[in-house]
C-alpha cells in the first residue's frame, strides 16, 4: 500500500527557504505512470496546486510560484522535495505530497500534510 | 477567485441526496478537461473521490457518482450519512493557464 511522509521544519523565518520532503513506501517512485507533487492549503482556505516533477526530472510549476520553486525528485532513496523561496506570511499553510496520475493529473495519494508557519 | 466556482455550503438531511457544481468554461471543463473530485473531512487529508470524470477510485461506496455537461462538472451523493459531512473540492485542467486549477470547495453539512 503506498504511502507518503512529509518531512521538514514547521516554522521558518521570513525571506528564508522553505525546504520540504516527501517519502515514499509501498511504491516506486521511478514509474512512467506518476507525477510526484506538491499541493498547499492556507488555514481556512482551498487548495493551491505547487508543482509536480517526473522522475526523470521533468517538472511543471504553478506560474505564480515558479520564480520561487524548485522540485527535486530522489530515485535512489525514493523521496521528492520541495524548496520555496523568500517565504513570507502569505506562504504559511498546511503542505501536502502526492502522487499525480500521469494522464489524468489527479491526486490519487496523500501524505498526512505538514503545517509550515512562516514567522519571525 | 477560483477559475472554477462551486457553491460555498450545502446541506441535507440524513438520507436524502445532494449535489454539488463545478462550473468552469471552455478553457477547462469545457474544452473536454476530466473533473476530479476530493472529499475532505475536517482536520484530514483531502481524499481523491471521483476521477475522470465519472469514475470512483477502490474503496470510494457507489453512493458518491460523478457526472460531466458542458463547461459544468457535478458531485451526488445519495443515501447522506453523517460522515459525508466534509470539504468537496473540484479540479481540472486549464489550457489558458497551463495548469491545473481547484474549485474553491463545498462545505457539506449534514443536519
Known amino acids: ?120 | 477567485q477560483s477559475v472554477l466556482t462551486q457553491p460555498p455550503s450545502v446541506s441535507g438531511a440524513p438520507g436524502q441526496r445532494v449535489t454539488i457544481s463545478c462550473t468552469g468554461s471552455s478553457s477547462n471543463i469545457g474544452a473536454g478537461y476530466a473533473a476530479h473530485w476530493y472529499q475532505q473531512v475536517p482536520g484530514t487529508a483531502p481524499k481523491l473521490l471521483i476521477y475522470s470524470n465519472n469514475n470512483r477510485p477502490s474503496g470510494v461506496p457507489d453512493r458518491f457518482s460523478g457526472s460531466k455537461s458542458g463547461t459544468s462538472a457535478s458531485l451526488a451523493i445519495t443515501g447522506l450519512q453523517p460522515e459525508d459531512e466534509a470539504d468537496y473540492y473540484c479540479q481540472s485542467y486549464d489550457s489558458s493557464l497551463s495548469g491545473v486549477v481547484f474549485g474553491g470547495g463545498t462545505k457539506l453539512t449534514v443536519l
Open chain 1, 1 to 120: 500500500q503506498l504511502q507518503l511522509q512529509e518531512s521538514g521544519p514547521g516554522l521558518v523565518k521570513p525571506s528564508e527557504t522553505l525546504s520540504l520532503t516527501c517519502i515514499v513506501s509501498g511504491g516506486s517512485i521511478s514509474s512512467s505512470s506518476y507525477y510526484w507533487g506538491w499541493i498547499r492549503q492556507p488555514p481556512g482556505k482551498g487548495l493551491e496546486l505547487i508543482g509536480r516533477a517526473f522522475y526523470s526530472g521533468n517538472t511543471y510549476y504553478n506560474p505564480s510560484l515558479e520564480s520561487r520553486v524548485t522540485i527535486s525528485v530522489d530515485t535512489s532513496k525514493n523521496q521528492f522535495s520541495l524548496k520555496l523561496r523568500s517565504v513570507t506570511a502569505a506562504d504559511t499553510a498546511m503542505y501536502y505530497c502526492v502522487r499525480v496520475e500521469f494522464n489524468s493529473l489527479s491526486s490519487d495519494h496523500w501524505g498526512q500534510g505538514t503545517l509550515v508557519t512562516v514567522s519571525s
